[in-house]
C-alpha cells in the first residue's frame, strides 16, 4: 500500500507540473494587452510601458513562467496586480467558500444518488426502477444553468424561500448554509442522477457474481447481502468518480459563483482572465490543479485500501 | 436503542419543523429595518487612490469616504454642487478659491486642511507617481495654501473640463496628506485615513464592502446608518436580487428595459435616463477598400440606425447624433449623412466595387453589440457588402486597435464601439485626434484641423464658442466618412419602493444621497 501511496504520489506531482506549465503557456498565448485592459484608456503610453515592465510582461512567456516556478517554491504567488495584494491570500481568501460549495453539492448527490442507485438495482425492471431510470438521466441532461436560473425564479424570486445572492452573513454558519442551498442545487443536480446509474450498473454486476448467489443460498437476509456484501464492492468505481467530480466541480462552481454572485476562487480566475490579471489567473490555476490532482490521489488512495487489486496497478 | 427509535409521527413532526423553519429562516435573516442600504454594483473594488480608479465601483465609494471641494449633484440636468467646501469660487480664468467647511476631521482625528488639497491635487502631476488620471489635472500650476481651511488653485491656462470632471469626480477627492505619505505616497483597498459621510466598516473581497455612517461628519448626515455594496458582475442576477428583496438598487440589463416599463419589479420601481456613453461604428481608412472615401460613404448611408437600435436595445435607446449626448454643452441637432441604400449602391459603383466586398466587423462579445452587429451585417448584405463578425472577449477586444498589443489593428475594417463618458465634451473628442492614431483611435482617421480644435476648445471659456467648436469637431468626424453615430444608449434603474435614490442625470448612484421614501 505504502509503495502504491509513493508511486501515485510520484505521478500526482508530475501531472501537476505539467498541467500547470500547459495551463500557463495558454494564458500567455491569450491576445490582449494586460496593460491596457487594467490601467484603462486614461493610461499614458508611459505609464503603460512602466506597468509592463513592472509586472514582467516585458520578458518572454519562458522567463515567466520559470520566474512564476521559482517564485512558487518560495511560498510566494505574486502579487495582485490590481489590489496589490498577494496572489495567496486572495486566492486562499476565495477558496473556502468554492470548497464548501463542491462538498455540500457533493454531498447532497451522494447522499441521495447512491440509495437510488442501489434501490433502482435491487428492484430491477420495477416500476421504482423506470422511475428512478427516467429521473436520473433527466437530471443528467439538464443543464446546470437551467436548475440555476430556475431555481433562483422559482425559489427565490416568486417563493421568497432562499436568497438570491451571496455566500451568507459572516459568523452566521445557518445563513451561510441556507445561501448554499439554491447554488448546491444548481452543481449537484446532475450528480444526483449519474450516481445512481453509476451505483446501478455496479450493484447489478456484482449482485449477478458467484458470491452473491452463494449468500443468497447460504439463506442471508436480502438487506444483508445488499449492504454488506454487494455494496461494499460495488461502490468502489463510484468513490474513485467522486474523487473526480469534486475536482471536476470547480468548473461547475465557476457558473454557480457567477449567477448566485457567491464569492469563490471559479469566479476569482474568471474574472481574473477577463482582466487579464495574470498573476491571480496563475496562482488560482495552480492552487485549483493541486486540488484536483489531490482529490484524485484521495480517491485512486481509498480504491486501493478497500480492493487490494487496485494497487497492483498505478 | 429503543430509546432513540422514532415513530413515524416523530418523523413527521421534525419534517414539518424542519419545514417550517425553513419558510421562516431566510426572513429572518433578511429582514431589514430600514437601517440599511443594500445596493449592486457590477463589480468589486480593485482601488481606492483616487489616482488610481479603475471604474465606476470605486467612484461610488470613494464619493462617500474622502470630501471634495465640489460633487456632481443629483437630478435631471448637469450641475456642480459644493461638497465639503463653503466656498469655490473662479475668481479669473486661472485662479478657483476655496474654503472649507469646520469642524472636517480625518478618521485618525487630524482636521482636513487646504495642505490637504493641495498635495490631493498636485500628486497627479508628481512624474514619479505615474498617475492614471493625471489628465484630469493637465491645467494644473500649483494649489497655494493661504490658511488652514482657505487656498486657491492655480491654473496654468483656464481649463472649463476642471469643473465637469477634474473637481466633481474622484480626481478631486481629497485625501490626507500625513497618512497618505506615511504610506509611501500611495494606497491600494485601505485608505490611510477618511472622511466623509460614511467610512469603510468592513471589506470582504468579492462579497460585500460596508459602509457605515460617520458619526463626525460636520454637514448633511447620510440617512441610512449602513450601506452594504454588493459586486454583482451579472445584471440579470441583479434584477432577480431586487426582485426577491435582497437588494434595494441595481442598475437593469438593457433587454430588460422593455419588460420592467410594462410590469415594474414586486414592491419595486424602475427609471429610465439617457446615458452619456456613445456607441458607434468606426472604419479603418488604411485598411481596403474602406481607404476610398466612396466605401466609407456608402457604408454611412447602407446602415440603418433606428433598425440597428431596435434589433440591438428593444426600442430603449434612441439614435446618435455625434458623440456628445442631449443636453451637454456641443451636442449635435442632427447626423449629416443618413440611411439611403440606393445612394450607398451609387456610391460603391463609383468606387468600382457595384459587386460588393468582403470585409469583417469587430465588436465586444456582449448581446447588445452582437445584435447590433447583427442588424449592421444584415444592412451591408442588402447593399453587396458581405460583412463577418468577429467577436471578442473584453481583455482582447480594448487592446485590437493597439499597436503594441499585437498586429490585430492591421486587420481592423469595421468596428462597432462604445466609450463611456463624463458630462464635459471633451472626454468624448479626446480619443480621435492623430495623436491617438495606434492607441484608441482605431479608424486611424488623421484630421490635424480636429486635433486643434480638440486642443483649443479644452481651454475655450466662452460657452457659445466651445459648443461651436464641438460641433464642428463631430461634423468633420462624420465628413470624413469613418464614423456612424450609432447611440448614446439608455441607463435602466431598478429600486426598491421603499427608498428614493439619488441619480445623477445619467443614473450614476449617489449612495449618501439615497433616503427612505
Not at chain 1, 442507485?117 to 443528467?140: F, K, N, P, Q, Y
Request: glycine share 10%; net charge negative; hydrophobic share 45%.
Amino acid at each position: 500500500m505504502l509503495s502504491y501511496g509513493l508511486r501515485r504520489l510520484g505521478l500526482a506531482a508530475v501531472i501537476t507540473a505539467l498541467a500547470l506549465i500547459i495551463l500557463i503557456s495558454m494564458i500567455q498565448m491569450i491576445p490582449g494587452d494586460p496593460a491596457a485592459v487594467l490601467l484603462g484608456p486614461l493610461a499614458t503610453p508611459e505609464t503603460r510601458e512602466a506597468f509592463r515592465v513592472q509586472m514582467g510582461l516585458d520578458q518572454p512567456a519562458v522567463v515567466q513562467i520559470a520566474r512564476f516556478f521559482g517564485r512558487v517554491l518560495t511560498g510566494d504567488l505574486g502579487t495582485d496586480v490590481l489590489t496589490k495584494r498577494p496572489v495567496l491570500t486572495t486566492v486562499m481568501e476565495q477558496m473556502p467558500f468554492t470548497l464548501w460549495l463542491i462538498f455540500f453539492s457533493i454531498g447532497w448527490s451522494a447522499a441521495l444518488g447512491i440509495p437510488l442507485g442501489c434501490w433502482s438495482a435491487i428492484s430491477r425492471g420495477s416500476w421504482a426502477d423506470r422511475i428512478i431510470g427516467i429521473l436520473s438521466v433527466g437530471t443528467i441532461a439538464l443543464p446546470s444553468f437551467v436548475v440555476a436560473i430556475y431555481g433562483l425564479l422559482l425559489f427565490s424570486v416568486a417563493l421568497g424561500w432562499f436568497p438570491t445572492i451571496g455566500a451568507g452573513e459572516p459568523g452566521d454558519p445557518l445563513d451561510q448554509l441556507w445561501h448554499l442551498v439554491l447554488p448546491s442545487l444548481a452543481v449537484g443536480l446532475g450528480w444526483v442522477g449519474y450516481l445512481a446509474r453509476m451505483v446501478r450498473a455496479s450493484m447489478l454486476e456484482v449482485l449477478s457474481e458467484n458470491h452473491i448467489r452463494m449468500a443468497r443460498a447460504f439463506g442471508l437476509k436480502e438487506a444483508t447481502i445488499t449492504y454488506r456484501y454487494a455494496l461494499k464492492i460495488a461502490i468502489i468505481p463510484t468513490v474513485v468518480l467522486l474523487g473526480i467530480g469534486v475536482g471536476n466541480m470547480i468548473s461547475g462552481a465557476v457558473f454557480a459563483e457567477i449567477v448566485f454572485a457567491r464569492p469563490g476562487v471559479g469566479r476569482l480566475i474568471f474574472d481574473a482572465i477577463a482582466t487579464r490579471n495574470y498573476p491571480v489567473v496563475m496562482g488560482g490555476v495552480m492552487i485549483t490543479t493541486i486540488f484536483y490532482v489531490l482529490s484524485t490521489l484521495c480517491a485512486d488512495l481509498f480504491a486501493a485500501w478497500l480492493d487490494p487489486r487496485v494497487r497492483t496497478s498505478l | 436503542m429503543l430509546g432513540t427509535k422514532l415513530t413515524r409521527r416523530q418523523a413527521l413532526g421534525a419534517m414539518a419543523a424542519a419545514g417550517l423553519s425553513a419558510g421562516l429562516y431566510p426572513k429572518v435573516a433578511l429582514s431589514q429595518d430600514g437601517k440599511i442600504l443594500k445596493v449592486r454594483s457590477y463589480g468589486d473594488i480593485t482601488g481606492l487612490d483616487p489616482a488610481f480608479r479603475s471604474g465606476a465601483p470605486e467612484d461610488d465609494v470613494m464619493r462617500n469616504i474622502f470630501p471634495g471641494l465640489a460633487t456632481m449633484g443629483p437630478g435631471t440636468e448637469w450641475k456642480w454642487q459644493l461638497d465639503s467646501a463653503v466656498k469655490l469660487e473662479q475668481t479669473d480664468p486661472t485662479h478657483i478659491a476655496f474654503t472649507l467647511m469646520d469642524g472636517l476631521k480625518w478618521s485618525d482625528g487630524e482636521p482636513v486642511t487646504a495642505d490637504d488639497v493641495k498635495y490631493s491635487f498636485e500628486r497627479f502631476l508628481d512624474p514619479k507617481l505615474e498617475a492614471v488620471y493625471k489628465g484630469d489635472w493637465e491645467a494644473l500650476d500649483h494649489v497655494e495654501v493661504i490658511d488652514e481651511k482657505s487656498g486657491v488653485i492655480v491654473l496654468k491656462e483656464a481649463f472649463p473640463p476642471l469643473w465637469n470632471v477634474g473637481l466633481v469626480y474622484g480626481s478631486g477627492r481629497i485625501i490626507p496628506r500625513k497618512a497618505t505619505e506615511a504610506m509611501g505616497g500611495r494606497f491600494e483597498n485601505t485608505p490611510p485615513a477618511q472622511c466623509g459621510r460614511y467610512f469603510i466598516k468592513e471589506w470582504l473581497p468579492k462579497q460585500r464592502l460596508v459602509l457605515a455612517k460617520n458619526p463626525d461628519w460636520p454637514g448633511e448626515p447620510g440617512a441610512f446608518e449602513e450601506i452594504h455594496i454588493r459586486p454583482i458582475d451579472d445584471e440579470k442576477t441583479g434584477e432577480l436580487a431586487l426582485e426577491s428583496g435582497d437588494i434595494d438598487y441595481t442598475w437593469l440589463s438593457v433587454s430588460s428595459i422593455p419588460r420592467y416599463r410594462q410590469t415594474p419589479p414586486k414592491g419595486g420601481k424602475i427609471e429610465v435616463r439617457p446615458s452619456l456613453a456613445y456607441v458607434w461604428l468606426g472604419m479603418n481608412q488604411e485598411m481596403k477598400p474602406f481607404d476610398q472615401p466612396e466605401v466609407r460613404r456608402a457604408v454611412q448611408h447602407a446602415i440603418d440606425v433606428p433598425t440597428v437600435l431596435e434589433a440591438a436595445y428593444f426600442g430603449a435607446a434612441t439614435p446618435a447624433t455625434g458623440l456628445i449626448a442631449p443636453g451637454l454643452l456641443g451636442h449635435r441637432a442632427k447626423n449629416i449623412y443618413g440611411y439611403d441604400p440606393d445612394k450607398a449602391r451609387e456610391f460603391l459603383a463609383q468606387a468600382g466595387l457595384q459587386g460588393g466586398f468582403e470585409c469583417t466587423i469587430d465588436i465586444l462579445n456582449k448581446a447588445e453589440r452582437i445584435a447590433a452587429a447583427q442588424a449592421v451585417q444584415a444592412n451591408l448584405a442588402e447593399v453587396g457588402i458581405n460583412a463577418t463578425i468577429r467577436q471578442y472577449d473584453s481583455g482582447t477586444f480594448w487592446t485590437i486597435g493597439d499597436e503594441k498589443a499585437g498586429d490585430i489593428w492591421k486587420t481592423i475594417g469595421i468596428q462597432i464601439n462604445r466609450f463611456s463618458m463624463q458630462p464635459d465634451p471633451s472626454f468624448a473628442t479626446d480619443w480621435f485626434t492623430p495623436e491617438q492614431i495606434g492607441i484608441w483611435n482605431w479608424e486611424r482617421w488623421n484630421n490635424p484641423e480636429y486635433g486643434e480644435l480638440n486642443k483649443k476648445a479644452k481651454v475655450e471659456t466662452d460657452t457659445a464658442k466651445r459648443h461651436d467648436m464641438y460641433v464642428k469637431m463631430q461634423d468633420l468626424m462624420e465628413e470624413s466618412g469613418s464614423y456612424v453615430f450609432l447611440t448614446h444608449e439608455a441607463v435602466g434603474i431598478g429600486y426598491s419602493d421603499k427608498i428614493a435614490p439619488a441619480l445623477m442625470p445619467n443614473g450614476t448612484p449617489i449612495f449618501y444621497g439615497f433616503k427612505p421614501a
